[in-house]
């Protein structure tokens, strides 16, 4: 498993785009003002990206709640050859699994989403599908 970066579930897009695009200067790799996705590159290897946190929760099909913010405002991104391998191997252990291994055709990937002990948000994803 090698770490691929953080996705910021964010609130006001817009606002954390300009941000890491205009005042930290981040490359911008994907998405622009007005979307629900994006990423920058942090370096060679890791990459930042933001994602609107509404479109987090009706991804993993959870009500969305802004009182619930507190909770998933990050998701740590791990990336993997083979997404059932992992899923197979966490079934068998006391992980919560938050989303089973879905394709995800707008994302580019197949993910699985579980929590850590401290119930922070982990995706762990294989790419393969062509945007």
Known sequence: MKFEGTRLL????????????????FKVTWGKPGDAYASFEVSD???????????????????YAKERR????????FSVDEVETIYDRLIATDTTIVAPPSDRPGWGNRTLHIRDP??????????????
């Open 10 to 25: 964010v609130e006001d897009f817009d606002t954390a785009f300009k941000f890491y695009s205009e005042v930290l200067g």
């Open 45 to 63: 290897e890791i990459s930042l990206s933001i994602f609107t946190a509404q479109y987090m929760d009706e991804a993993l099909s959870i009500p």
């Open 70 to 77: 507190a909770k998933d405002n990050m998701v740590l991104i």
């Open 118 to 131: 401290e119930g922070n948000l982990i995706a762990v994803s294989y790419t393969h599908l062509t945007l």
